[in-house]
């Protein structure tokens, strides 16, 4: 039996001015890794001077979300009230827990300027223990991440531990996510892990369990099984995993172990809008004053 269970194509998207997001995660059938229940790869994209990214303010449960760049930049702002520009190699870890609205935008300069963007936004399912925690956000700087040489590889670690390096970023569950910048010729094998592991190659092509795997693709790997990650090229790679938390359901921009819960957010998300989000289950990141709407209700649009 070979090591890698499936390579998934990641589905590509445009949403106009040249932006393109592939969604890898979830695939009909594998609906996650581990842990990451959602993986996209955004870009990369140039905008001219005057354009950028407005991702107006939506809502999470259950979940914590994980945005990393190769390139450019995007801020951020939350109902905690945490306003933060996301450079390339940083870590912004949001935890929705119990319930979060966030934004994200170009931030005034870049969309003046114009500017190139390109990185990874990931979700990760929280333990069922931990799904109704309190939000929370947390951002590393590039600098604080562990950063190795492995086979001629160099490799950043972003969550988790891994060849005897473990991330500062607080995790709520046993997971791996690691940066890998892979000379043609250089190799590493697999991390140790007993739950489900894969491989993403952003670009460059890899060989991996005698399976060529190109730039888009997602090698995912029978649990359990060692494999080594060859690069055909110079590549660069994701390689991410962790415990499998059990079946979670996923609608919209919601996580939850049960189909009631996601319902409830559903409900309170109609509600805080009717009610202009005051004394409201869910309230506005401050200094925004639009939102998107369930999908199905009425799109306000932007302002």
Do not use: C
Request: aromatic share 8%.
């Amino acid at each position: 039996m070979s090591a890698v269970e499936m390579i998934i194509s990641g589905k590509k998207k445009h949403l106009g001015d040249d932006f393109t997001v592939a969604r890898v995660l979830p695939y009909p059938k594998r609906r996650h890794v581990g842990p990451f229940v959602f993986f996209d790869e955004m870009g990369p994209a140039t905008f001219k001077p005057g354009t950028g990214i407005d991702v107006r303010p939506h809502p999470h449960i259950g979940l914590a979300t994980v945005t990393y760049l190769f390139e450019g930049e995007l801020d951020h702002a939350d109902t905690l009230g945490v306003q933060k520009t996301i450079y390339p190699g940083a870590v912004n870890l949001m935890t929705a827990g119990k319930g979060i609205v966030h934004s994200e935008r170009t931030g005034p300069k870049a969309r003046a300027d114009g500017h190139t963007i390109h990185g990874i936004q990931v979700w990760i399912a929280l333990p069922t223990d931990k799904e109704e925690i309190e939000p929370d956000f947390e951002h590393t700087p590039a600098d604080k991440l562990p950063e190795f040489e492995l086979g001629r590889a160099t490799l950043r670690l972003i969550l988790g531990s891994a060849y005897g390096h473990t991330s500062p970023v607080k995790v709520h569950s046993p997971i791996v996510y690691a940066h890998a910048e892979m000379p043609v010729g250089s190799a590493f094998d697999l991390p140790e892990n007993s739950g489900d592991l894969a491989a993403y190659v952003v670009s460059g092509s890899i060989e991996t369990a005698g399976e060529p795997v190109g730039a888009g693709h997602m090698a995912v790997f029978n649990p359990g099984e060692a494999a080594t990650i060859r690069a055909r090229e110079d590549s660069r790679v994701m390689v991410l995993g962790g415990a499998d938390l059990g079946p979670r359901v996923m609608e919209w921009n919601f996580v939850s172990t049960t189909q009631n819960r996601i319902g409830k957010a559903k409900a309170d998300w109609r509600a805080s809008i009717a009610g202009n989000w005051t004394d409201t289950t869910f309230a506005m990141p401050p200094g925004e004053d639009e939102y998107i709407p369930l999908p199905g209700d009425p799109d306000p649009g932007q302002k």
